[in-house]
């Protein structure tokens, strides 16, 4: 039996992870070694562990926390309660996908603007026409600054 077994520093070497995460994962529940060594130390794993630790190494590339692992493995679930998880966990990622499309949009238009702008203008050099537009402008503004067109009709005033 022990010929069938794998030393951690045989399967984290063969994952590409460290002994130490082996060692949190244990000291977690996720991971337990089937045998320690008493006088080593040495912890030993088998063929159906390691296939464990594959399992668990794809939760953690798909994001899901090490606490997350932890209640997955603990919990006995269906086919359809599994796909569910996994579904939130897509939609989650989504949602990020669309924050950060959201910050390049903006970053662009500070582009776009940059590009595009005058050089600053005082607002002591402006004319007293050019400063009545300016503040009328902003005063004319009934929508909240949450909303992107004010923003952008605000962002355009203060670019003059």
Same mark, same amino acid.
């Given at each position: 039996?022990?010929?069938?077994?794998?030393?951690?520093?045989?399967?984290?070497?063969?994952?590409?992870?460290?002994?130490?995460?082996?060692?949190?994962?244990?000291?977690?529940?996720?991971?337990?070694?089937?045998?320690?060594?008493?006088?080593?130390? &040495?912890?030993? &794993?088998?063929?159906?562990?390691?296939?464990?630790?594959?399992?668990?190494?794809?939760?953690?590339?798909?994001?899901?926390?090490?606490?997350?692992?932890?209640?997955?493995?603990?919990?006995?679930?269906?086919?359809?309660?599994?796909?569910?998880?996994?579904?939130?966990?897509?939609?989650?990622?989504?949602?990020?996908?669309?924050?950060?499309?959201?910050?390049?949009?903006?970053?662009?238009?500070?582009?776009?603007?940059?590009?595009?702008?005058?050089?600053?203008?005082?607002?002591?050099?402006?004319?007293?026409?050019?400063?009545?537009?300016?503040?009328?402008?902003?005063?004319?503004?009934?929508?909240?600054?949450?909303?992107?067109?004010?923003?952008?009709?605000?962002?355009?005033?203060?670019?003059?």
């Amino acid at each position: 039996m022990d010929d069938v077994l794998m030393r951690i520093g045989e399967i984290a070497a063969f994952f590409g992870v460290s002994v130490k995460a082996l060692r949190v994962y244990e000291k977690m529940g996720i991971l337990k070694p089937v045998k320690v060594d008493e006088k080593t130390g &040495y912890r030993y &794993y088998t063929a159906d562990q390691v296939k464990q630790l594959d399992a668990i190494l794809e939760l953690r590339e798909l994001g899901f926390s090490l606490l997350e692992i932890q209640k997955l493995l603990e919990s006995i679930m269906t086919k359809e309660q599994y796909m569910e998880v996994l579904v939130h966990k897509k939609i989650m990622w989504q949602d990020k996908i669309f924050q950060a499309q959201d910050r390049i949009d903006a970053i662009d238009e500070v582009i776009e603007k940059l590009e595009t702008s005058l050089p600053p203008v005082k607002l002591h050099e402006l004319t007293e026409d050019e400063r009545a537009a300016l503040l009328n402008r902003i005063a004319c503004l009934d929508v909240s600054l949450h909303d992107l067109h004010g923003r952008n009709i605000l962002t355009e005033a203060l670019w003059l």
